[in-house]
Every structure is written in structure tokens, then in C-alpha cells.
């Protein structure tokens, strides 16, 4: 398999780094500030904009929400769920409250995760007004006794929905798309791991001295952002898309996941799987238990060629959605070998579609200095993989197909395939 | 999964113990005494006539047996095999017999079946003339020394062979059909079940207020009868019924059982499929393994879409054809619960085939309350059943089709289908 | 299954010992010699003859390699590989050297097997000069000190390559291809059981009384001379072969192996399958395993409908390109067991294509004597091999299908078939 760019990999923890204290949600300051900071690295991301309001598809886009800060304080003087220590303290999309509350009535507003009390869970309610504050379980029970005030400096308000968008031409007008999500505060791998890899393949893709595909990047709130970006470009993709993928959760090192398209059979999951084909702990989920944007791009009539990529999936990781989703569970590491893999599908589609071998019968590698001069008996004839590529180079099989043939990695496919293609042997 | 109608499984029992004492056979009285009992429940129930000779296909017309009385008796006065205490005593198409015979000669008109000492097996000679009594093997051996008188009181005269055929018109001229038999003598499982749940379904279906399809019920003869009606209403049949179940067997408890068509890729397949999935002990037969009418239903050139269904398949519980297959074995419960499976598949015939969303990208199931209204991380989501049931109405999938792929069992996507039609989700 | 043909089996191993002696190599008096003993048994075998330099597709031919004899002598008259003890002792394509050396220096010139000690291993250079004598690595950690002369009185000169070809024409000319090589010096396994195969069913297949199909049998040098072979007849292969076998290791008696076709789909792969259905051992590769002429019949643009059968596959068995392959592995009873698997092929091929039964509904099998007059309880229907068989006769399948479907063995289907046919169930 190929070699780890360690540098990829310590670019991008930097960057989420960076990405870090910025309360994200699916609308309001926090999504444009992260924008501002892609726009930075991805010069030529367009925003597009949706009003509160205007209906997408069978959706309706919904205020825009403002959080400033919120707080807890006893009488005591002692503060709890605090914003400015950790944002996920916030209730996503909770209105305002000012109000001193006995402790019974405190209790009431706050959201904890039971089976994990000592993490603070991450809790939305987008569509329905609420009031809400998250904290670890084990901190709630042990709140004291007395009077409370409960502050959340929020607002909802009309505004607007943004998204960022990058097309990176290439030759053929048929494009790869990438997409993830920016509408999460502070959390790692379930939030700032795919920007960071969006970034650093787009920047991959943008160095190649020439492209055969466009490159397509977007950078959107999931399901509502996935929703109205389709609603607006649905003809468009449906006409150049030949392989999407969402990036989410592709930063810790315990796994590679695949979710698969509606049927999984796109070229998206041919490409998925021949690029985890072998990796450790590699993992195929049906469709059935799909959670991002591959919902909407695979939705009955969108029909993208979209499949969903993770390292640990969302929702089978302990820390997802909770304050343990952190900088520590995503590493240098993690997003490197992620990048890698990616980075396999891109080289690939570089290649030609369905390569064909030149010549009639097996080629006489030998003369090439491709196959070894003495014949004796060995375990595993040394010439063995190449000459599987080879046989399956037969113009009816895209480079993911030769990997499902011959059982081999991307990455080890698109090197043989460079070595042939120089000798002559494939076209 | 649905409810069990408790009252359907009582009733069909009882008319079972109905039909208890008549012995029935391919031809004679007995079918005929059915025929009349099912008319009185079904009304417009048809008769359909083959007179003795006639050529059916491959087959030609037997003669109509009668059968009387039959027992023996020692020369004490004691009494064996006798036919009005267990018609499974005679063979079934046996010849008369009055005769004084040793015992010797007598053991040689005695089946047994061996493996089985305690029980009475059921044996038939239909198209080679054969003079029988069968008894449990463990008497056969306890019979006194002595002579005997042995009588067979049946006749074999030419007749005809008679079949019962129940058409339930709907808006489409397309069939559902259901089979059964009515040839065997006193049996439960392998007999009554079958007419008996074939009754309650007409009953069910006659009820709806509208029916879409048009359903078909046959109560024939096994194989003689089948291709008899075959022979007449091959072309009509082949341009109307869409799927066809065999019920042969549906009155025990202990499994469910899919007995497949020729390849096992037909409608009436995935339905069964569908309507078993997930049910206790549900079995996949492939055709190979088949044994009642599917074995016509599905010969080359019939091609008909015909699947058999069972609770224990014929041939794999041991109290199949012997004087043990009573109605302890056949139970209400087991009755009801194959009478809820077959209702399933009738509610799924009723929605429209291919069912498709009304709407681009996922719906916004909030608005509609349908969905929760606040997110939190929980185990398995709790609207992921209904969105996996939106994600294949996609109009390519049957509604047998969309339990496949989301693996569920067809009365409980019947309900969503149901839930999602009432709020305009699927056309 | 089929009974065994135990002449048949001792007529080829007789066989097999008249070739033994015979130094073959891709070119030279051996093969030429092995031709011209073929003829005698196969009247008509055709010569195609390709000149050294010639271009055959991607290849050139090699110059034409004579052998004469070979032998090391130690100073004190010793003499070690010697060629007239055994052939495998000289390097195949080794260049001439008639030479004093030290012991040092000749070590440099011997090949061995360093993980089976006591054998010679079998080595060839067909492609790059060199000078090599093969030896037990034993023996040569045991070679005494001192100076030796090394003798390898050899030709590497222009001439041709050479190869066999026969043709038994049938009613059609669609053919079935069988091919096997005779390139290699004395090895019983890898080298002579495929050309007395070959030769035997030749022989079976022209005492036919008449042939609905043409049979051809190649027997060539493997690589080379199938690619010359190929270069000059692909279009006519092409528009004519219906199923080839390339026939390779067929005389041991532990397993039975299917090399798949490129995609293991052709008419050939699913001949090869039946054929070997149940019988002990059987074991089916993929084309990533390949190792024989497959690798030329079904390259890219090639595409040849053909497999490769094997007993114990090349590669997979420790005597395979030793001095251990001779003429005890290969046993009479394992060649008569490849015959009787390759006739059966043969047998079908001879048969309907797509077998259709000529009645609608199950035929009454009863009153031609196939079907058991009595019905009781069995725990296997004594019919039911011979009603799955004409469950699948509908047209739709080959001979070879109905073997996939009802889980048979092709020599069990070819001989109920016959049944069938003789009662005028089957066209």
C-alpha cells in the first residue's frame, strides 16, 4: 500500500486545530467564519445563500441562530455550563432565557447522556423552539441545592442559509464530487476532520500538473445544506457527477468505513472499495444504516453515485456526539492514512477509465525486464500480480473493477497500472 | 409484526373438526361431500368435471372410487382396521375384498409403517389395482394366530374426477390464486389445514370494501386434479395470475415454510418471502425439495408464478401421513398465525405495486410528526424503520421488494406504507 | 457416477512409459519425437511449423534447443548429473560448456530445490542465455573437493517450433477443444498424463458411431506455443469453439481442480463444474490461479471460452517440477478417473444442447415403469433425482445447467437423460 504522507496528516490536525472554538451550527455566524477560514486555503469557494423561508424541496429553510453565550450560575456564585469553556454546553438552536430557577425547575432545561455521565452530550432541536443547556450526567446530579440563574444569550432571527462550493476544472466536464459539513461546534472527528481533508485533497487535486475530471467540494450544513444545495444544482450533477463521496468522521485510527449508495453498486462504492480493500479493520455498512449527507444525495429521484466515507463510523464510536470527540481522538495519523486513501481514488480517476492491454495473448514480459529470466518453482510466482492486472486490463473493467478481480488495494493498482501504462502495455 | 386474529384460528379449526370424518380421496363421495361443505361458506363456488378416460395432458382420468366399510375379524369375533373408527385403515383406491384367510395370507394385505411402530400410516395405490388395510406396524405384530374374514367394502366404477374453483373479482383482471387439497382422508395438518385457511381467506378478501386484484381459490385433487384444471386453464392462467401459493400443511406451530417456484425468483417468491420474514423458525426450501401442487403449477411449460407455502412442510415432521397428523397437531394458534401471514401478503397486493415517494431528496417527516423533534444520540434512531422504508419507494421495488432490502417483515411495512399514503409521502 | 474404465486407465499409463525417456523442451528432437509417436495413434494429427525469429503476436520464436547428453566428473571419475540417468540434470535451453573448474566455480552452475533436499528440481532459461546443471540439493552439499570437468553437449540454433493439431469433425463444426503440451522432459504428472488424456479421448471420441460436434486436440509447447498456435488460428478458435480444456497434471489420484476461465463463466467452466460435481477432492480455482495455457486462451482479446483441468493442480503438490513427478504419482487409476470426468463432458456435449421435456405438466411417469406404483412415506422420494432432472429440461438450461441446479453429477444427469430420451419424454 502506499506510503503515508506524515506531512498531509500534521497539516490538517493543525488546521482543525485552528477550526476548534468556533460555534458551528447549521446556520448563523459560526458556518461563515468557518467559510472565511476555507476561503483562505480554497481560493474560488462560492457561497450560495437560501433566505429564512424559502422552500427546498419539501423543506423550509429556518431562522438564523446567534449564540453569544450562555451560563449557569448558583447562588453561591458558582458557575455551571459554561459557553466559553465548551460550546456543546449550548443546546443547538436553544432560544434565549434570562431567569433565576430553583434547582428543580433548573433541572428540567438541562440535557445529559445517562449512559455516559461523564461527557457532555451534543443535542440539537432545529425545527422545534426549545430551551436547553447539555452537561456531563455526573456533574448535574451533584448540582446544590438553592436558587439558579440561567442565562443563554441567543437569538433566532431571519437570515440566511450558506454554503461554500469549489469546482476544480479538468479536461472532461464529468465530475468527482466531495462533500461534508460544517454545522457542528466543537467536536473533531464528527465535525472538523472532513473540512480539513476536503481541504487538503482539494489543494492534492489543484497541484496535479493537469486534471482529466473536475473536482467538485462542498462544504455545507448536513440534511438541511445537502437539501437546498440539490434543490438549486440537481439537474447539474445528475448530468456530470460520476462518483460522490461524504467525508465525515475520517479522522481517528480504529477503522476505514465504507456506507454504501442506495444499492451500493456506483462507481462510488466500486472506488470505496478498492481503496480500503485490505486496510485494517476496513468495514462495509449497507445503506440501512447511512446518517450524513448520503441520505439526501441517494434519495429516491436524486440518485447520485454517492457513497459515504468514515473512519469510525458515526454513531458506533463512543464519543460521538459527546465532548470526547476531541482533538485527541483525531490524530495526524488518522487523517494522513484517510488522506491517503482518498488520495488513491483521485489517482485513479487520473488513469484511464477501463484500461486495455495492447497486445494479443499474454505480453512477453521478459524482454521488458518485467518477469523473471529463470523459471523455477516458487511459492507465489513473483510476477504473479502483475500479471493479474494485466488480465483483467481488458477494457470492460474500470481500475475499481481490477481491484475487486484480483483482490488487491488502489493504491497497488494505479502503481502497476503507471508501470504498464510507461512500458506500453496498456493504453 | 400484526396482531393475531385470535377468532380467525378458532373458527378455522372448528370447521376443520367439520371435516374431520369424511373420507376423502381423489374421486368419489368424499371430495364431493367437501365440495358441498365448502359451497356453504363460499358461495359461487364452481364445480369443474373430468369424466373417467379423459385425457389431461400426460395423464388420463382415473376411476371414481367408493369406499363403504372395511374391517377384520379374528375367528374369536375381535375386530381390526376398522375403516369407521380411522379411514386411514384403507388403502387408499384399495380393491373389495370378503374373504377367510389365515394369517399369513392376511399379513400380506397389511401396510405398516416400520419406523413408526404406534401409528396408522397413510398408504394409496391409485393407477395400480391393490387390495390393503393399513395398521400400526406394533398391531400388525400382536395379531392373534387364527383365521380371519377380511372385507373391503369399495367399489371402482367409472365416474369422474370433480374440483371446486372460487373466482373474487376486483378493479384488475390480474389473479391472486391460492391452492389447496381436498383428496387425503382423515388428516389434519396435511389435508384440512389447507381448505380451511383457503376458506378464511376468501371470507377475509370477499369482506374488503374494494379490492384491486382479482383472487382465485382452487380446492382439487393433489397432482391429478392440478393438472386436470391445468389442462383446461392453462392459457387464462398464464395471462392472469400474477402469484399463486400452494397451501399445503398450515395448521401446525412449529415453523413457517417458503417451499420455492421452479428457480425461486418469482412474485409469489418474494412475497412469501417477505410475509415469513423474521417469523420464528421461518425455512427456504428450494424446488428441489418440493412435493404438493407447485410440482404442476411450476413444470416446464406451465410456468405459472407459484410458490408453496407450509408451517412444517410435508414430509419433514414425523406425524406426516400417518394417523398422528390429527387436530392436537393442528392448532388454532397455528392456523391463525398462517392466516395472518397470507393476510399480510392480500394487504400488500392491495397497495399500488411499485410504490414511489412524492417528494425529492428525504421529506421533512418533523412537520408531519412523524419524526423526533429533538436529537440525541440514542442506540438505534427511532425513525430509522420509516426512513428505510422511504428510501425504496423509489418506484423500482415491489412492496415485497422493499422487505428485502430493509430486511423486515411485510405486515410491518404494510403499516408504514399505510402511515406514509394517509400523509401524502408515497402516491 | 460413471463405472470406472480400468483398460482405459492401464492403456495410458502404458503410454505414458513409452514417452518417459523422451527429452522434451519448447523446440528440439523431443518434441518432434513425441509427435511422431502420437501420429501412430491419432492418424491425421497435422504439424504446424513457426521459424525461429518469426513474430507471433507480442512473442518472437526462440532458436531450437538440442540436447545430447550432460554429465560432471569429478577428478577422481565420479560422475554426477548425469543427463542419461535422468533429463531434469540438465537445465532446459542450458547452453553448451565442456569445461575444467574448481568446485567452487561449478557449484555457481547448479540449481537446486534448497526446501526439498532429495530432489531434482526442474529449471529452465528459455529466454536469457545460461549454462546449468539441476542436482538434489543434498547430493550437491555433498560434492567432494577437488577439480571437475562439466559437460553439457548442447545446440541453440536457428530451426522451428513445432506443434500438433488434430480435428475429428461432427455434424457441426462447432468444436470442443482440447489442449495439452509436450514441452517438458520427463515428468509423469506435469508433462505426460495430459498428452495420453488427450490421446485416449481422442480415440473414445472417433469410435463414435456419429458425432453431433467437432472435437479438436492441440498439442503444443505451453506459452509459446500456444501463442503461435493462437496468432495464426484465433478467428477461426474464435467463430468455433463452443468449450476448451487445457489439460494439465491429470494422473495423480488426490484431487480433482477446475482453473476458471478469466471470468469463470464460460460454457467450458460450467462443463468442468458438472463434471466434477461430488466427486472426492474437488476443488475449483480462480483465474488469479492459473498457471497453464489458460493464461493464453483466455487473455484479453483472446477470450476463448476454455478452462483448465487438473487433478492435483500444478504448483499445489510437492513432487510438481521435481524428479518426484514420475510414473508412480501417476497411476492408472487416476488416469482412468480424468477420462472418465473428461468423457463425460464429452458425452453431454454429444446430447441436446438445451434439453425441453414434451408434455405440459409433470409426465405420468408411473405407467412407463419410471415412477413407484405404491405411495407411502420414504424418506427420500425414489424418484426425485429422476423428476428434478426433468424439472429443469425446459429449454432454458444446458446439460450442464440442470447439473448446477439439482446439485448432480454430469455422468448421473448424461445417463437419466438417455433414460428420458428413450421414452420419448425429452426432444
Known amino acids: 500500500m502506499e506510503q503515508l504522507d506524515q506531512d498531509a496528516g500534521a497539516r490538517m490536525h493543525d488546521w482543525a486545530r485552528d477550526l476548534w472554538p468556533i460555534c458551528r451550527s447549521i446556520t448563523g455566524p459560526g458556518i ?21 423561508g424559502e422552500k427546498v424541496f419539501d423543506w423550509t429553510v429556518p431562522q438564523e441562530w446567534t449564540i453569544r453565550d450562555a451560563w449557569i450560575e448558583h447562588e453561591s456564585g458558582q458557575r455551571f455550563a459554561e459557553f466559553n469553556r465548551n460550546t456543546l454546553h449550548v443546546m443547538g438552536y436553544s432560544g434565549p432565557i434570562d431567569a433565576e430557577l430553583d434547582r428543580a425547575d433548573l433541572l428540567s432545561l438541562i440535557y445529559t447522556q445517562a449512559d455516559q455521565p461523564d461527557v457532555i452530550p451534543y443535542v440539537t432541536s432545529y425545527y422545534t423552539p426549545r430551551v436547553g443547556f447539555c452537561m456531563a450526567d455526573a456533574q448535574k446530579q451533584t448540582l446544590p441545592k438553592g436558587r439558579y440563574r440561567a442565562v ?9 442559509l450558506v454554503l461554500g462550493d469549489l469546482l476544480i476544472p479538468g479536461d472532461s466536464p464529468q465530475e468527482v464530487l466531495f462533500s461534508t459539513y460544517i454545522c457542528h461546534p466543537s467536536m473533531a472527528n464528527n465535525e472538523l476532520s472532513g473540512p480539513v481533508l476536503a481541504t487538503a485533497l482539494a489543494e492534492y487535486i489543484r497541484a496535479l500538473p ?65 481503496a480500503l480493500h485490505g486496510r485494517d479493520s476496513a468495514k462495509r455498512y449497507s445503506f440501512l444504516e447511512r446518517g450524513s449527507d448520503e441520505r439526501q444525495f441517494c434519495a429516491p429521484g436524486v440518485d447520485l453515485p454517492v457513497a459515504g466515507f468514515c473512519r469510525s463510523k458515526y454513531g458506533t464510536y463512543p464519543e460521538y456526539h459527546t465532548s470526547a470527540d476531541d482533538l485527541t481522538l483525531v490524530t495526524p495519523t488518522g487523517l494522513g492514512e484517510s488522506h491517503a486513501a482518498m488520495r488513491s ?56 473493477d481490477i481491484c475487486a478481480r484480483i483482490g488487491a488495494n488502489l493504491s497497488d493498482v494505479v502503481a502497476e497500472l503507471r508501470v504498464l501504462h510507461a512500458h506500453g502495455l496498456i493504453a
Not at 476561503?39 to 457561497?47: I, M
Not at 443563554?152 to 440566511?160: K, M, P, R, V
Not at 467525508?247 to 449508495?261: I, K, Q
Open 32 to 52: 461563515r467564519q468557518t467559510l472565511d477560514w476555507l476561503e483562505t486555503r480554497l481560493p474560488g469557494l462560492q457561497r450560495h445563500r437560501f433566505a429564512t
Open 345 to 400: 481514488i483521485v489517482d485513479a480517476f487520473e488513469l484511464p477509465p477501463a484500461p486495455h492491454v495492447t497486445v494479443l495473448a499474454e505480453p512477453q514480459l521478459g524482454k521488458r525486464g518485467l518477469y523473471p529470466t529463470l523459471s523455477q518453482k516458487q511459492a507465489i510466482h513473483p510476477a504473479r500480480f502483475r500479471m493479474n492486472v494485466i488480465a483483467y486490463c481488458d477494457g470492460t473493467n474500470s481500475v475499481f
Open 210 to 274: 493537469r486534471r482529466r475530471m473536475s473536482y467538485r467540494f462542498l462544504f455545507l450544513a448536513e440534511t438541511i445544506g445537502a437539501v437546498a444545495y440539490l434543490s438549486r444544482h440537481l439537474d447539474h450533477l445528475k448530468a456530470h457527477v460520476q462518483a460522490g463521496f461524504v467525508l465525515s468522521c475520517v479522522g481517528d485510527e480504529r477503522a476505514f468505513s465504507h456506507v454504501e449508495s442506495r444499492y451500493g453498486t456506483t462507481l462510488a462504492d466500486k472506488a470505496l472499495a478498492a
Open 152 to 160: 443563554i444569550d441567543s437569538t433566532l432571527a431571519d437570515g440566511e
